[in-house]
């Protein structure tokens, strides 16, 4: 296995996996280890992705059932920082609008969860379609939904 192609790819898309982990975990310690173990969960599976879909699609798909399984178990994973020291979470500089943005997004159900933090990603609706496994007329409708819901949530 290529480690630093690996560190490459997450480092190329960590991103997203810090939303993911702001949306299931509420401290900066559970983020933390969650995503600790989406890195861990990534790094095991590394060698059997073969590129038939976007390595953006096969990174989300794992962390987020790495995030609703370890959100299920209802204990924290086991942390893995002697495996992957290279890779630290920076200091996002949080706001106030950004926190209520993401207690907002916190109170949706797990799959507008997912669907709009795929949209936040700049993913198309075919791409999140694919990921979430509806379908793509149908990927516009929710995020509308989705999109009154946090409005309504932020009372705009």
């Known amino acids: 296995m290529d480690k630093q192609a690996f560190l490459a790819i997450i480092t190329q898309h960590q991103g997203m996996l810090y939303k993911l982990c702001r949306l299931y975990r509420d401290t900066p310690e559970d ?8 890195i861990y969960q ?3 599976s590394f060698p059997s992705f073969k590129g038939n ?5 096969w990174i989300y ?3 987020l ?14 942390t893995y920082t002697d495996t992957f020291p290279e890779i630290a979470q920076p200091d996002h500089g949080d706001n106030e609008q950004q926190e209520l943005f ?6 949706l159900s797990d799959a507008e969860k997912a669907i709009i933090t795929l949209y936040l990603e700049d993913m198309s609706y075919q791409e ?4 979430i496994g509806i379908e793509e007329n149908y ?15 932020l009372n705009l």
């Open 31 to 38: 983020r933390e280890d969650l995503f600790q173990e989406m």
């Open 42 to 44: 990534l790094w095991k």
């Open 53 to 57: 879909a976007k390595i953006s699609t």
């Open 61 to 63: 798909r794992i962390a």
């Open 65 to 78: 059932n790495t995030a609703l399984a370890s959100f299920r178990k209802k204990h924290l994973p086991v």
């Open 102 to 107: 993401f207690t907002a997004l916190k109170q």
């Open 128 to 131: 999140i379609a694919g990921i």
């Open 139 to 153: 990927v516009g409708v929710k995020l509308n939904r989705i999109k009154n819901k946090i409005k309504s949530l």
